[in-house]
């Protein structure tokens, strides 16, 4: 929680978060169906997600072990013992009239998220993560006074992880859950695609005045992009203040925004857990797992950002923000570490990927690994930097060409693609031997009064002469190396 509570018009705003992350297993939670996304309507729902008489659930091991993977990696606990519950609810697309979730004993609990909001440290404090099915979705479009229901997603295995209320901001909330999907993303047990709607949050808002007891809440729904999260807390907060303003109670509801008006409205009052008359499922024996699943599940685990952050730190010489950027993602951090290794070149290799790389994947709308420029072709053309064959300038025309090469073919460009570019546009710096000594006797001769001026001590003129040397060679004389040179002969050598 922040060690100072901002306020929005005189209120302290309560915000925590329930997220929905889709796990990424190939079939579902209690069936064998599939989960792939996209399918025509009700082409992946199996006699048990129909719920057909007789059928009987069968638990999910992948699921289970992501789920343990999400409560080590947040510093939770992980339940010996779980058990599954039966919430009791009725709509078109929930064909058992029930979800099968987890109530009373989550498999995990506690934890916490670690952040950064404008520079200061942030933790959030978990409640639970809980294992559960997903329900069906309805269909509205392309059936004139009717809804359709499609039942692919019935069943899906999700995650959903359950906050405390230590959020004060939109701005804070929004940070939580990129972080939060970075990290589920980081450990492969969520693609984290929010349109397709893998990972979305329920925001629940509250105000009140400092010292009082907290207000009523809302919860809005569904709302499947950051930039939708912050408006709509903010939208909400906005609207319960002005109701408080006015001496109207707010009633605890479930509200829906809409991003086109940028407001939210309410759907239905809000349940209780006992409208759900929760007990447990009589089908589902308690999720027992034992230590050494647990460890099994630990030893396989990939290196935490917030760990390989640290060891950049330490051991590339990397800046606190650059490591954070290099651990955006795994992918990401995997491809920073092969070009590292490559190229021998950590700190080039970090600013090459915070700097035209992530400047073009941002343009392009994709991620690290949907390119096809390989890392070891990325590492050529900063060794090429790195041992004065291209200034860097060069080296961004050279990077330009090899990028828009690959986004055009299926085929990747290699370290002899990187040469033969420098090559073909005629970028390799003269960097020794004879020609950069005869550039420089040149600029010499013919800069006199520059000369005479460097020997009485102006800076400036120094300069002016590695320009002129730059000139004269049009760009392709490395500059260090030309005033080494330069400084040589003005010494007398």
Not at 13 to 20: A, C, F, K, M, Q
Not at 87 to 97: E, R, V
Not at 133 to 159: V, Y
Not at 217 to 236: T, W
Request: hydrophobic content about 45%; overall charge neutral; glycine content about 8%.
């Amino acid at each position: 929680m922040p060690t100072s509570t901002p306020l929005t018009r005189g209120y302290e705003v309560v915000i925590g978060l329930e997220t929905h992350a889709q796990l990424s297993t190939v079939s579902k939670i209690f069936s064998g169906a599939a989960t792939r996304f996209g399918a025509a309507p009700n082409t992946q729902a199996c006699a048990v997600d129909l719920a057909l008489p007789g059928t009987l659930p069968v638990m999910n091991r992948g699921a289970v072990e992501r789920a343990i993977r999400f409560g080590l990696a947040v510093n939770a606990k992980v339940a010996p013992v779980s058990i599954f519950a039966r919430k009791n609810y009725f709509y078109p697309d929930l064909p058992k009239g029930y979800q099968i979730s987890q109530y009373e004993v989550p498999v995990v609990q506690g934890g916490r998220v670690d952040f950064v909001l404008a520079g200061q440290p942030r933790s959030v404090r978990l409640t639970r993560a809980h294992l559960e099915e997903d329900a069906g979705k309805s269909l509205h479009e392309n059936f004139a006074g009717q809804t359709g229901i499609d039942l692919n997603r019935a069943g899906t295995p999700l995650l959903e992880i359950v906050s405390e209320p230590d959020m004060r901001s939109s701005a804070e909330a929004v940070e939580y859950a990129k972080a939060l999907h970075a990290l589920v993303m980081w450990l492969g047990v969520c693609d984290g695609n929010m349109q397709e709607g893998s990972f979305r949050c329920d925001a629940n808002v509250s105000v009140r005045k400092p010292g009082a007891a907290r207000g009523t809440r809302r919860e809005i729904k569904n709302l499947n992009s950051f930039r939708n999260l912050g408006q709509a807390i903010d939208f909400e907060v906005q609207w319960q203040i002005d109701r408080v303003e006015d001496g109207l109670a707010i009633e605890q509801a479930t509200v829906l925004f809409n991003p086109d008006s940028g407001e939210t409205r309410a759907m239905r009052s809000k349940e209780d857990a006992h409208d759900y008359r929760y007990f447990p499922d009589p089908d589902l024996p308690p999720l027992v797992i034992g230590p050494e699943w647990v460890e099994r599940v630990r030893a396989a685990m990939p290196e935490l950002p917030a760990a390989m952050a640290e060891r950049l730190v330490q051991a590339d010489g990397l800046s606190a923000e650059a490591a954070a950027l290099m651990t955006q993602s795994l992918d990401f951090a995997r491809y920073y570490e092969a070009v590292r290794d490559v190229s021998g070149q950590p700190k080039l290799a970090a600013n090459w990927m915070a700097g035209e790389v992530s400047k073009r994947l941002n343009a392009e709308a994709r991620e690290i690994a949907a390119t096809a420029l390989q890392p070891a072709t990325l590492a050529a053309l900063i060794r090429r930097v790195a041992d004065g064959t291209l200034s860097h300038n060069g080296a961004r025309q050279v990077f330009d060409a090899l990028w828009s090469a690959t986004a055009t073919t299926t085929a990747s460009a290699t370290a002899a693609d990187v040469d033969a570019e420098i090559e073909k546009r005629g970028l390799k710096q003269i960097s020794e031997g004879g020609a950069l000594e005869a550039i420089v006797d040149a600029v010499i001769a013919a800069n006199a009064k520059s000369v005479e001026e460097f020997r009485a001590g102006k800076d400036k003129a120094f300069n002016a002469l590695v320009g002129q040397v730059m000139k004269a060679s049009q760009g392709k004389a490395n500059p260090a190396q030309a005033g080494e040179l330069l400084k040589k002969r003005l010494a007398g050598g």
